[in-house]
């Protein structure tokens, strides 16, 4: 049984903090893996992808990847209300595109 | 380019009946996949098309069925409704199958209540 664990949360940081979201996996086989944020009523939206180890820099968000450790994280740098979601991580399946989801980190952003 | 389109978007059915999901791809997307989104269980996959073939299947029991057409286009079908099924559900395309940067991305959702 292939799973995604993340801490449910909720992660609370001030406004302008760094926000540190953290997922593990337990295929050691899976190659590509995803962050998705998912505001309360609405549907995932894609934030960024990591396929290699080491960081991946878009904007305010870095996701880093440890393959050894099957470990993901997504780091996001000056934390703003509208970052206030849920993160859900995701790991491809080897074969074809389906995704397993953790079940996601709600994180507040208080201003 | 116009996103994941879902139909309906809400719906309300009775323990018993089935319920008929449709879904349209982003253009150029081959690839359908279906989620359920529930507050207890988080997103399950529950199934994966791509050229009106059937590619991966979620542990979900076989009241839950799907299909493709020609057209990319995606409908799932769940039998025997059970209160359990009360969900949001979600589908994702993308443009094809076997690539490790391929991504999905998803409609708005259909919420399904069972009453």
């Known amino acids: 049984q292939k799973e995604v664990e993340q801490n449910s949360g909720p992660l609370s940081v001030p406004e302008g903090a760094i926000a540190s979201l953290n997922c593990t996996y337990s295929?050691?086989?899976?190659?590509?893996f995803f962050w998705y944020r998912q505001y309360s009523g609405k549907s995932p939206e894609l934030i960024m992808s990591?396929?290699?180890?080491g960081d991946k820099e878009d904007g305010r968000f870095t996701a880093q990847l440890n393959k050894a450790s099957q470990y993901v994280s997504l780091l996001i740098r000056d934390s703003q209300p509208s970052d206030s979601a849920t993160y859900l991580c995701?790991?491809?399946?080897?074969?074809?595109?389906?995704?397993?989801f953790g079940k996601g980190t709600t994180l507040s952003v208080s201003s | 380019k116009a996103g994941v389109t879902q139909t309906p978007r809400y719906l309300i059915k009775t323990r018993g009946q089935q319920v008929t999901l449709s879904c349209s791809p982003i253009?150029?997307?081959?690839?359908v996949s279906w989620y359920q989104q529930t507050p207890g269980q988080g997103l399950q996959f529950l199934f994966e098309?791509?050229?009106?073939?059937?590619?991966n299947k979620g542990n979900f029991p076989g009241r839950f069925s799907g299909r493709q057409f020609s057209n990319s286009r995606s409908e799932m079908n769940v039998s025997t409704l059970e209160l359990g099924d009360s969900a949001l559900y979600l589908c994702?395309?993308?443009?094809?199958?076997?690539?490790?940067?391929?991504?999905?991305?998803f409609g708005p959702g259909t919420r399904l209540t069972v009453l």
């Open positions: 994702a395309s993308s443009r094809q199958v076997d690539d490790l940067t391929d991504t999905q991305y």
């Open positions: 295929d050691r086989g899976s190659q590509s």
């Open positions: 990591i396929y290699s180890n």
């Open positions: 995701a790991v491809k399946l080897q074969a074809g595109t389906a995704l397993i």
């Open positions: 253009s150029g997307h081959r690839s």
């Open positions: 098309y791509f050229s009106e073939t059937q590619r």
